[in-house]
């Protein structure tokens, strides 16, 4: 498995170096489709190689260029959903990457949190690249979950770019090996871990918020004769 992920992020370090920009762009909107790219094996490499000597790419620019990938795919799949339906995904939708039970969580995510699902998925994992589904399959007003997509994957990208930004100025030369990529980003560890403890606490901030009230009492029936 270690092996696998080493050639998969090779694979993304050399789209991302051969292509700058538009490979960051290409991968980001294939994470937000039915291709389950991880957002953490584009983002942070292409921050990565920003901070190198000779680099055309900057900072910002992996930032846009890995938001306007993510509102790409979430696009085409909010279309295709929005024009097939709900039997054509629960149908086909195994052979693409969206198991029914998977397009199910999502779509109970969506029912749960409306357009501020939209938005805190882009921090989840598994359910950001199919939240955009029960998005089209409920007819979201698309400007709504145009803002919401946009504002969350510009957050997401920024807070990876940032991580990636961190670890390649510390680590010059890092973008000769994944190993290397690997392990120095297995040094800064704790950052990620207090990233997900951030999210947890934002993701349970908004359960809070959103939780439905129950009854505080009971009206009795009827009355006495």
Request: charged residues 15%; glycine residues 8%; proline residues 6%.
């Amino acid at each position: 498995m270690h092996e696998l992920f080493l050639r998969f992020l090779d694979l993304c370090m050399q789209c991302i170096q051969d292509w700058g920009y538009w490979g960051v762009t290409l991968l980001m909107a294939m994470e937000s489709s039915i291709i389950p790219i991880p957002s953490e094996a584009v983002v942070p490499p292409a921050a990565i190689a920003a901070t190198q000597p000779g680099s055309s790419m900057a900072f910002w620019g992996v930032v846009l260029a890995g938001t306007v990938g993510s509102y790409l795919g979430s696009c085409c799949m909010y279309a295709v959903s929005l024009l097939v339906g709900r039997p054509v995904i629960h149908k086909w939708g195994k052979f693409f990457f969206m198991p029914p039970h998977k397009v199910e969580t999502a779509e109970q995510f969506m029912r749960d949190y409306s357009t501020a699902g939209i938005f805190f998925a882009r921090f989840l994992p598994v359910i950001r690249h199919l939240i955009s589904i029960p998005a089209g399959l409920a007819r979201v007003n698309f400007l709504t979950f145009s803002l919401a997509t946009i504002t969350g994957s510009a957050i997401w990208c920024w807070v990876l770019a940032w991580f990636g930004d961190k670890v390649g100025s510390e680590n010059p030369g890092i973008m000769d090996s994944p190993e290397n990529l690997v392990n120095a980003i297995k040094a800064e560890s704790h950052l990620v871990v207090l990233g997900v403890l951030l999210l947890a606490a934002l993701y349970a901030a908004m359960k809070f918020m959103t939780r439905k009230k129950k009854p505080t009492g009971t009206t009795e029936q009827g009355g006495e004769k």
